[in-house]
């Protein structure tokens, strides 16, 4: 596919949910190309529908007025070409490193030596040898995190949504997974959208940072980063963009208190 070729395009997204005798609308009038191999993070205040709109994407919420499209095809609910990996992990305790990998290809009723070889293939891509039959309790918070991006890879979904992924990391932790997801993505050359709420995350791993508003979320401003990578966390540039894009997130809670 062309790197210039628009992969997902979400068109005057809206979704409302009914509260009591009301309707609370948590995003609206919400339009974003997305092109093949880009690495969007979107971030935004509390509340500001970030998780909503990766849920919509991955088919688990139903928007409630405009459409997206993923190659073309308007999305209508969940499918395989569309990997999510989540903020606690989501990994099954009583199933191994290799078997969580492999839950989707096994829903998919694919061959078991099939699966073996694909499995392989992303246990060494993200760094998991020696950790094949290790269950869920004997892993660290970032080797868990490994898992479940390997698990959301195995089923070559033409996206990757993750949802805070590192959240949950302690800093150091963090860090180091921001550098494994990068090699992850310049290897696999996936399209990905990453909600996170670290302005210094954002900075550093993506093409484009979406500021969202407060709720109802809309795009507030679009930053382009175009340096390359790996990118100086204390170089000039770095905190000259990390500064505009707070006070954009600034201006926002002035403006909605």
Same mark, same amino acid.
């Given at each position: 596919?062309?790197?210039? /070729?628009?992969?997902?395009?979400?068109?005057?997204?809206?979704?409302? #949910?009914?509260?009591?005798?009301?309707?609370?609308?948590?995003?609206?009038?919400?339009?974003?190309?997305?092109?093949?191999?880009?690495?969007?993070?979107?971030?935004?205040?509390?509340?500001?529908?970030?998780?909503?709109?990766?849920? &919509?994407?991955?088919?688990?919420?139903?928007? @409630?007025?405009?459409?997206?499209?993923?190659?073309? +095809?308007?999305? @209508?609910?969940?499918?395989?070409?569309?990997?999510?990996?989540?903020?606690?992990?989501?990994?099954?305790?009583?199933?191994?490193?290799? +078997?969580?990998?492999?839950?989707?290809?096994?829903?998919?009723?694919? %061959?078991?030596?099939?699966?073996?070889?694909?499995?392989?293939?992303?246990?060494?891509?993200?760094?998991? /040898?020696? #950790?094949?039959?290790?269950? %869920?309790?004997?892993?660290?918070?970032?080797? *868990? =995190?490994?898992?479940?991006?390997?698990?959301?890879? !195995?089923?070559?979904?033409?996206?990757?949504?993750?949802?805070?992924?590192?959240?949950?990391?302690?800093?150091?932790?963090?860090?180091?997974? =921001?550098?494994?997801?990068?090699?992850?993505?310049?290897?696999? *050359?996936?399209?990905?959208?990453?909600? @996170?709420?670290?302005?210094?995350?954002?900075?550093?791993?993506?093409?484009?940072?979406?500021?969202?508003?407060?709720? %109802?979320?809309? &795009?507030?401003?679009? #930053?382009?980063?175009?340096?390359?990578?790996?990118?100086?966390?204390?170089?000039?540039?770095? !905190?000259?963009?990390?500064?505009?894009?707070?006070?954009?997130?600034? *201006?926002?809670?002035?403006?909605?208190?």
């Amino acid at each position: 596919m062309d790197g210039n /070729e628009v992969v997902l395009s979400i068109r005057d997204l809206h979704k409302s #949910f009914k509260k009591d005798d009301s309707e609370l609308v948590a995003i609206e009038d919400f339009s974003l190309d997305i092109k093949d191999g880009e690495f969007v993070c979107v971030l935004g205040p509390s509340g500001c529908g970030k998780t909503t709109l990766l849920r &919509i994407i991955a088919g688990l919420e139903k928007l @409630t007025g405009g459409k997206i499209l993923l190659n073309n +095809k308007e999305i @209508t609910g969940p499918g395989s070409d569309r990997g999510m990996v989540f903020q606690e992990f989501g990994l099954f305790p009583w199933r191994t490193v290799r +078997k969580n990998i492999e839950f989707g290809l096994e829903i998919r009723k694919m %061959p078991k030596e099939e699966r073996r070889k694909i499995s392989d293939k992303y246990i060494e891509l993200v760094g998991l /040898e020696g #950790f094949e039959t290790s269950h %869920p309790y004997e892993l660290s918070g970032g080797m *868990k =995190q490994r898992v479940g991006i390997a698990r959301a890879l !195995a089923n070559d979904p033409a996206i990757l949504l993750m949802d805070e992924p590192f959240g949950a990391l302690d800093a150091q932790t963090r860090n180091l997974m =921001q550098k494994e997801l990068l090699r992850i993505w310049s290897e696999t *050359k996936k399209t990905v959208v990453f909600i @996170t709420h670290s302005v210094d995350e954002a900075v550093y791993v993506a093409d484009r940072v979406v500021v969202m508003s407060a709720r %109802p979320g809309k &795009i507030r401003y679009i #930053f382009n980063v175009e340096w390359e990578r790996p990118r100086d966390r204390a170089s000039v540039e770095f !905190a000259s963009l990390r500064k505009k894009i707070l006070a954009e997130l600034e *201006k926002e809670a002035v403006t909605n208190r």
